[in-house]
């Protein structure tokens, strides 16, 4: 099994960045797949969840109008576009999957800064 994020970087406050994630070794369809984040001497905090089949998806309110999550099940890949940055989303960004069990890739790390 693997989670493998792509696409964090530094970028200035008001700027865009899109995250990857692509997962491999199990049934991704059949997963929900989330966004955690986790900041410097900070808890790791969920950003944003879809499910497997029906794609719901819900928010974090930190982040709610700024981020979006979306998922290609024909490619095992899901996303975060974010807009808008802060300083604030500063962090490690992580992928999740859930359904019996539960995968975490290895993070890819975000910075914003002027």
């Known amino acids: 099994v693997q989670l493998v994020e792509s696409g964090g970087g530094l970028v200035q406050p008001g700027g865009s960045l899109r995250l990857s994630c692509a997962a491999s070794g199990f049934t991704f369809s059949g997963y929900a797949m989330s966004w955690y984040r986790q900041a410097p001497g900070k808890e790791r905090e969920w950003v944003a969840r879809i499910t497997g089949t029906s794609g719901f998806i819900n928010y974090a309110d930190s982040v709610k109008g700024r981020f979006t999550i979306s998922r290609d099940n024909a490619k095992n890949t899901v996303y975060l576009q974010m807009n808008s940055l802060k300083p604030e989303d500063t962090a490690v960004y992580y992928c999740?999957?859930?359904?019996?069990?539960?995968?975490w890739g290895q993070g890819t790390q975000v910075t914003v800064s002027s």
């Open positions: 999740h999957a859930r359904r019996i069990y539960e995968y």
